[in-house]
């Protein structure tokens, strides 16, 4: 049983059961069903009403408040809602905890949907948290659901939360019950001090994972297991580590004669694909996990490198400059079938399939600009959705809406480098700083926590 599973309270399995936990009937279909429509991008966000969570004490109440925060502003982070200020509420938390909203109460403030919910500590010192989700513009209950954890666990239980919510109103799957993994960066250009380090997408609950001793690059999260696979320097030469964050034991993935970089999981979290340098030519390998055997992809001349594998395994998508320029291609799992995917000016690169599989992240380069970009596994329908001095490093929240990145910022200090993640949505949209205590690169985004 997962973590999330405990915490979800599923009594038969099903949602009826989670209903009627709380006491209230199933909901009967909306005639005109609230939702919004997030694949062609949102010109304003939805006006949702966000109530603190009812407790029956001092300690439920301010927790209750809390998750309550946490949810708002996990949503409003989206960019596809906008919370309203509770300062205008015309019913308090405990008026719906026992009672039905005052729909005409809550349109006259422009809500079209609320969210209320309920916090109690039982006997055996563990948190219950009940939410309820109105659609205001229909008078209609859509959602309620009922969570079950420990105190501690108060913020994954805000953030499970909203991606129901995120859920119920998009018709998507959520991504705030994530972490992100990145290289924190501090100290001047010349003695740069590079750690693995780890957040919440919220950015709480950060912690380093390495002590900086050892330059860390591009590190990936396993999609089935909470490890990470990175790229760091040993004796001044590039090797591949897997690194567990549960327990913090990292090791080496194999002793190969020549330069290893680049690393990515399958998924099916069995293998990793990477780059190894040989002989003066780069190639693209896996090495599976549980036998340790290596097997050569690509074997062209010039680099290739950045593999990233499509959802369901069968492609992998890397760049190569076999053409001449740095460009993107595609081929089969074995290596065989392969095509080149973009023909633009510049360089491209670092190239990232999308969880959904309809979608290529990439960087491109065009004289002294970068640009962060999309492009169908066909080739087609290529977008650039932000462009910079110096942006890189694309990752895709598990929900295949949203990429984060890194941006170098002029530093304004001497430093020489001021480099800090952002996040957007496919459309281009809801660009965002995301908040690290230090400088940040190479971000990657982990799978919901399970």
Do not use: C
């Amino acid at each position: 049983m997962t973590t999330k599973t405990r915490l979800l309270m599923k009594l038969a399995g099903a949602t009826g059961a989670l209903l009627l936990s709380l006491g209230v009937a199933a909901p009967q279909e909306a005639r005109a069903e609230l939702r919004i429509d997030i694949t062609r991008g949102v010109s304003e966000p939805l006006p949702i009403a966000i109530t603190s969570f009812a407790g029956s004490g001092g300690r439920d109440a301010q927790m209750g408040a809390d998750i309550s925060k946490v949810i708002s502003d996990d949503l409003e982070r989206s960019g596809l809602f906008k919370p309203l200020d509770p300062r205008g509420f015309l019913q308090t938390p405990d008026q719906l905890r026992t009672g039905e909203p005052r729909y005409q109460d809550w349109k006259a403030l422009g809500a079209q949907a609320l969210v209320a919910g309920n916090t109690t500590t039982g006997g055996d010192g563990r948190m219950k948290v009940d939410f309820r989700l109105w659609d205001v513009a229909a008078g209609q209950y859509m959602q309620g659901l009922s969570y079950s954890a420990s105190p501690q666990e108060w913020r994954r239980i805000a953030h499970i939360v909203a991606d129901a919510i995120y859920k119920r109103l998009t018709g998507e799957d959520g991504y705030f019950d994530t972490r992100i993994v990145y290289v924190a960066e501090s100290g001047p250009a010349n003695v740069r001090k590079k750690q693995l380090a780890i957040m919440d997408q919220d950015s709480a609950n950060h912690q380093f994972l390495t002590d900086g001793q050892t330059l860390v690059l591009t590190p990936r999260f396993s999609p089935t297991s909470q490890e990470i696979t990175y790229m760091s320097y040993f004796n001044k030469k590039p090797r591949v580590y897997l690194f567990n964050i549960d327990t913090g034991r990292q090791e080496v993935l194999g002793d190969f004669p020549g330069m290893t970089f680049a690393p990515r999981f399958s998924p099916d979290g069995n293998k990793v694909i990477m780059s190894m340098a040989q002989n003066g030519n780069t190639d693209i390998y896996t090495l599976d996990l549980r036998t340790r055997r290596q097997t050569q992809l690509t074997d062209a001349p010039g680099i290739d490198t950045g593999p990233s594998y499509s959802p369901d395994g069968q492609r992998i998508v890397f760049e190569s400059d076999r053409g001449g320029t740095q460009q993107l291609y595609t081929m089969s799992a074995n290596g065989s079938g392969v095509k080149r995917l973009t023909f633009g000016e510049g360089r491209y690169g670092t190239p990232v399939w999308s969880p959904r599989g309809d979608l290529i992240a990439f960087t491109r380069q065009r004289g002294s600009s970068f640009a962060i970009g999309v492009v169908r596994p066909d080739g087609t329908g290529e977008r650039i959705l932000t462009e910079a001095f110096h942006v890189e490093g694309p990752t895709w929240a598990p929900n295949g809406r949203v990429l984060m990145f890194f941006k170098d910022l002029p530093s304004g200090d001497g430093r020489g480098r001021n480099a800090k993640l952002y996040s957007i949505d496919i459309t281009g949209a809801n660009e965002r700083r995301v908040s690290t205590p230090v400088d940040g690169s190479d971000p990657a985004w982990s799978p919901l926590i399970p």
